[in-house]
């Protein structure tokens, strides 16, 4: 069973950056892909960025030229590093992980964080 906890989020004022950083914990939690989710309110949860265990990285078209992620680091944490933020990107981000890169980005992991509330707002 992997375990991921997320930290980082808070309160933002437009234009800022945040950083968030997810751990995972788990047996073979070293050979897996890790995520990110957002979902704000009223909306479906969104596909923002993944890596894959090996450093592929894949980043949502809304994000690609503001966000940013690490790839997994030799403590399993992946950092989601946002720039030029907006209230658009209000929402409670989840991390996500299973065993490739397709199966995070689509949404159909088998492992979720509980989320981080990231609020931008002046």
């Known amino acids: 069973q992997v375990q991921l906890v997320e930290s980082g989020g808070g309160l933002v004022q437009p234009g800022g950056s945040m950083r968030l950083a997810c751990r995972a914990s788990?047996?073979?939690?070293?050979?897996?892909?890790m995520g990110w989710f957002r979902q704000a309110p009223g909306k479906e949860r969104e596909f923002v960025a993944g890596?894959?265990?090996?450093?592929?990285?894949r980043v949502a078209e809304f994000g690609n030229l503001r966000f940013r992620i690490s790839e997994i680091n030799a403590e399993n944490t992946v950092y989601l590093q946002m720039h030029s933020l907006n209230v658009e990107d209000t929402g409670v981000y989840y991390c996500?992980?299973?065993?490739?890169?397709?199966?995070?980005?689509?949404?159909?992991?088998?492992?979720w964080g509980r989320g981080t509330q990231v609020t931008v707002s002046s």
């Open positions: 996500t992980s299973d065993l490739t890169l397709t199966t995070v980005a689509e949404g159909t992991s088998k492992f």
């Open positions: 788990g047996p073979s939690v070293n050979r897996y892909a």
């Open positions: 890596v894959s265990w090996h450093g592929i990285k």
